[in-house]
């Protein structure tokens, strides 16, 4: 049965990466990157993320939340399969053209902008570093399509190189190709991470730091981060403030996400 499941997790991998590829947002470990840590065989993660974006600090037509809750459950010890929808709040910046004049000033209400899932595979766990694939499709909802113009499926292929240390440590590297209709983009991620309270297993701290091929110099990001167990090892509460360029433009982002691993 786990040969089984790996052969369609790599047939559906590479289908994804030959015509493209989006970012997972289960994101075990850090916030915003993916880390090698899955499910495992008969674990499920349930998980909610609130963020609240800036794409262009000059103009609050394009400021934005959404609402993500997701399910992840491990089918083998080695593959997990997530999925999570984005319920969603866009400024009026975000529509359409032809039709910003209809939610003017303060845009549409709340919708359910897409759904997505993923399958992340353990590849190996090494002596110098562990790697990890995943494939993820992200389907569009209807008034996602009509309003911001999202018709198209995003497609997306990640890897991921990491190595845990002593203490509970971990650094982890991301590089990721996506492709929506006729635009695709890489990108990169590199993050670190270390309890910050005597028990190893307690409150962490990290910083992830985000970025984009093209127009390196226009497309970054810094993710600090804290990293919260809960009332025991199952449930971890996660926050942090991004800051950084989207073609140029200043950006932020606060996240706050709850985890309970059951």
């Known amino acids: 049965?786990?040969?089984?499941?790996?052969?369609?997790?790599?047939a559906l991998f590479l289908a994804l990466v030959t015509v493209g590829s989006v970012s997972a947002h289960h994101a075990m470990e850090y916030i915003e990157m993916e880390s090698y840590t899955t499910a495992r065989k008969g674990e499920a993660v349930y998980h909610l993320h609130y963020d609240q974006m800036v794409d262009d600090?000059?103009?609050p037509g394009l400021d934005h939340w959404e609402?993500?809750?997701g399910f992840s459950y491990g089918i083998v010890d080695r593959l997990m399969l997530d999925i999570h929808t984005h319920f969603a709040k866009f400024g009026v910046g975000h529509v359409v053209p032809g039709r910003q004049a209809e939610f003017a000033p303060g845009g549409p209400s709340p919708f359910m902008e897409a759904v997505a899932t993923s399958l992340q595979y353990r590849v190996t766990e090494g002596a110098i570093v562990d790697v990890a694939v995943v494939g993820t499709l992200e389907v569009p909802?209807?008034?996602?399509?009509?309003l911001l113009g999202s018709e198209d499926n995003v497609y997306a292929g990640l890897l991921i190189l990491g190595k845990d240390f002593e203490g509970h440590r971990n650094i982890t590297a991301n590089l990721g190709y996506e492709k929506e209709g006729d635009e695709d983009g890489i990108s990169w991620g590199l993050a670190a991470k270390s309890p910050i309270s005597p028990e190893t297993h307690g409150i962490a701290a990290g910083i992830e730091l985000l970025g984009s091929f093209e127009d390196a110099g226009d497309n970054?990001?810094?993710l600090p981060g804290v990293y919260m167990p809960l009332g025991g090892q199952n449930t971890t509460l996660k926050t942090g403030l991004e800051l950084g360029k989207a073609d140029g433009a200043g950006t932020m982002r606060a996240n706050v996400t709850l985890m309970y691993k059951f």
């Open 141 to 146: 909802f209807g008034r996602s399509e009509d």
């Open 57 to 59: 600090e000059d103009n």
């Open 1 to 10: 049965m786990e040969k089984i499941a790996v052969r369609l997790f790599f």
């Open 67 to 69: 609402l993500t809750p």
């Open 220 to 222: 970054w990001s810094v």
